[in-house]
């Protein structure tokens, strides 16, 4: 009795199983996008090799409905599934997007500059959304400049700017915009808080890093330095990092940008010439001035407090 009961369950099973199948079978069958496929395809198509390809069909009309919900279970977000012959069978492809692309490509430019500690508003900064004050044309058009000449010829030396002035003008969001116009342009650039990077320099001499992280940097394409002064240096910093920067990029002729709180005179008497320890340096202030004045051009910025508004 018991086999027997065994085996009725079985053959229900078996045949509940195939109702299922048909009904899925005439459910794909159903749908435009596959009657239209057999239509296209018919004369290669025989009747064995639809059965054959039941399961890439069944797979095709559940992922298409999941990509029409944009449904996260899909399998391949971003990519819409098609119909394609492979040989005898009918087989499915996932082909990116429109969106997928165009995100990728977001992505690629994204990636195009390096912002080390910078704040994530400057990390979205875009000259297309600017924008222009009084204060901040100058600087923009002095940008926009860098960013023709460079364009027409990224092998040639051009002087970078130093913006100058007060806080919360704009001088980093410029940078950030800039730095992402000439990702467009596929161009690469390094744009990193100064301040953060002189911390991270003293640490990295325990760890033994000091001289690959300083190449990375000095080697950038092109390189913006900001809030340069924010804090006082050791003579270390100032001589052996900024310095070393600094006359790498003049010898390799490579754009260099810079902004600050300081005007270049400030930054040289009353911030580059005294040492952390009180030392008055101005000898070793002025060289360092002097190539900081050689890569790039003084612009002013001062104007009024946009932050918090
Ligand atoms: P600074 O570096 O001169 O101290 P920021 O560049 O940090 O000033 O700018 C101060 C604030 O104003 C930031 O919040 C920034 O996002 C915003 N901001 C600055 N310039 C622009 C601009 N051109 N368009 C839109 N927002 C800006
Ligand atoms: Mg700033």
Redesign the pocket.
């Known amino acids: 009795m018991e086999d027997v009961g065994k085996e009725m369950t079985k053959v229900i099973n078996q045949r509940d199983w195939s109702e299922r199948f048909d009904k899925l079978v005439q459910e794909v069958l159903k749908d435009p996008d596959v009657i239209k496929f057999i239509e296209e395809h018919q004369a290669e198509l025989t009747k064995e090799d639809i059965d054959k390809s039941y399961s890439k069909l069944y797979e095709f009309v559940q992922e298409k409905r999941k990509f029409k919900l944009n449904e996260p279970t899909m399998i391949a977000p971003g990519y819409e599934p098609k119909l394609f012959m492979n040989f005898h069978y009918i087989d499915v492809t996932y082909v990116p997007t429109e969106a997928l692309l165009a995100r990728q490509k977001e992505e690629e430019i994204r990636n195009r500059v390096k912002a080390m500690d910078m704040p994530r508003?400057?990390r979205e900064?875009s000259m297309d959304?600017?924008?222009?004050?009084a204060e901040?044309k100058v600087a923009l058009q002095a940008a926009f400049d860098f960013v023709s000449k460079y364009k027409e010829n990224p092998k040639q030396f051009h002087q970078g700017l130093y913006l100058q002035?007060s806080?919360?003008?704009?001088?980093?969001?410029?940078l950030g915009?800039l730095a992402q116009e000439l990702a467009e342009y596929g161009y690469r650039t390094t744009l990193m808080h100064f301040p953060t990077f002189a911390v991270e320099m003293k640490q990295s001499i325990a760890q033994n890093t000091t001289g690959d992280k300083l190449d990375a940097v000095k080697k950038a394409p092109i390189l913006m330095l900001?809030?340069i002064g924010a804090d006082s240096m050791s003579s270390w910093i100032r001589d052996d990092v900024l310095g070393v920067i600094l006359q790498y990029r003049m010898q390799e002729q490579l754009p260099t940008f810079f902004?600050s709180n300081f005007s270049m005179k400030q930054l040289e008497k009353e911030h580059l010439s005294v040492t952390q320890r009180g030392e008055d340096e101005p000898l070793k202030a002025k060289r360092i001035m002097e190539r900081i004045r050689y890569l790039a051009r003084e612009i002013n910025?001062i104007g009024e407090n946009?932050?918090h508004q």
């Open positions: 508003d400057i900064a959304y600017f924008e222009i004050t901040r002035g806080f919360g003008v704009g001088k980093t969001y410029l915009a900001d809030d902004s910025m946009r932050r």
